[in-house]
């Protein structure tokens, strides 16, 4: 039986290779911060239970 060897993909050389290592990676711009102290993030179960009963 063969034998199976797990390894990342090779790259092909095409006229693309090296095209996505030329672009500019894009600044991700956050809003700034605040004082807020109410705030309940969605990770956070109900209360009163899964269906607001």
């Given amino acids: 039986m063969r034998e ?3 390894c990342p993909p090779k ?3 095409g ?3 090296g095209a996505d290592l ?3 990676t894009p600044e991700i711009i956050l ?3 605040t004082n807020a ?3 309940i993030p ?3 179960p ?4 899964p269906g607001g009963e």
Avoid: A
């Avoid at 109900?46 to 239970?49: P, S, V």
């Fill in 22 to 24: 030329e672009k500019p």
């Fill in 31 to 33: 809003p700034p911060p």
């Fill in 37 to 39: 102290t109410n705030v």
């Fill in 15 to 17: 006229k693309d290779s």
């Fill in 46 to 49: 109900r209360q009163d239970g």
């Fill in 4 to 6: 199976i060897k797990y």
């Fill in 11 to 13: 790259k092909n050389g």
């Fill in 42 to 44: 969605d990770e956070v």
